[in-house]
T-cell receptor, first 112, second 112 residues
Framework: NAGVTQTPKFRVLKTGQSMTLLCAQD?????MYWYRQDPGMGLRLIHY???????AKGEVPDGYNVSRLKKQNFLLGLESAAPSQTSVYFC???????????FGPGTRLTVT | AQSVTQPDIHITVSEGASLELRCNYS??????LFWYVQSPGQGLQLLLK??????LVQGIKGFEAEFKRSQSSFNLRKPSVHWSDAAEYFC??????????FGTGTSLTVIP
């Protein structure tokens, strides 16, 4: 099993550009999450999904959109990137009844 | 306000010395409690978790944590630190069963 994978690993965007980050898991997990990690801030939840076709806002959802069209994939979109979105983005998944989250390796995004 | 506090931003210990990393939370009921470790450039790995029952939980890599309800704390301990333990450590709580809140992390340096 690959676990949780994230694509791409690195990306540089100019202000105003858009992009989509892909998270994929092969563990048949129901719940999936997107976090951002900033120095001194820990991880903050952006959006999450409790099942295929469902999404919900987390702690810091502004400027991001998500979609969960397939159970194994959770996409995070930035429609108009801003320098404040420079961060490391982590995806995670869990079965929903074990509450242990499995994390991907992260995507480092820089917005100039 | 609900929060997770890791009061120590950075800790330095000598190899072979004992370690205690502090975590306090402020939620109405006892949430699910977790400790994760993050090595540089990597995702997060679960060390241990507490749901209920015995308040002293054992985890991987020789770590343990003790839940103290009266202090709203979940401190992580290790009797003898190894150089490979140098990493960032995050406490996390899940008060609802499907959303994690992370502390800001404690960076551990191990000196020979």
């Amino acid at each position: 099993n690959a676990g949780v994978t994230q694509t791409p690993k690195f990306r540089v965007l100019k202000t105003g550009q858009s992009m989509t980050l892909l998270c994929a898991q092969d563990m048949n997990h129901e719940y999936m999450y997107w976090y951002r990690q900033d120095p001194g801030m820990g991880l903050r939840l952006i959006h999450y999904s409790v099942g295929e076709g469902t999404t919900a806002k987390g702690e810091v959802p502004d400027g991001y959109n998500v979609s969960r069209l397939k159970k194994q994939n959770f996409l995070l979109g930035l429609e108009s990137a801003a320098p404040s979105q420079t961060s490391v983005y982590f995806c995670a998944s869990t079965t929903g009844n074990s509450y242990e989250q499995y994390f991907g390796p992260g995507t480092r995004l820089t917005v100039t | 306000a609900q929060s997770v506090t890791q009061p120590d931003i950075h800790i330095t210990v000598s190899e072979g010395a004992s370690l205690e990393l502090r975590c306090n939370y402020s939620y109405g009921a006892t949430p699910y409690l977790f400790w994760y470790v993050q090595s540089p450039g990597q995702g997060l790995q679960l060390l241990l978790k507490y749901f209920s029952g015995d308040t002293l939980v054992q985890g991987i890599k020789g770590f343990e944590a003790e839940f103290k309800r009266s202090q709203s704390s979940f401190n992580l301990r290790k009797p003898s630190v190894h150089w490979s333990d140098a990493a960032e450590y995050f406490c996390a709580v899940d008060p609802t069963g499907n959303q994690f809140y992370f502390g800001t992390g404690t960076s551990l340096t191990v000196i020979p």
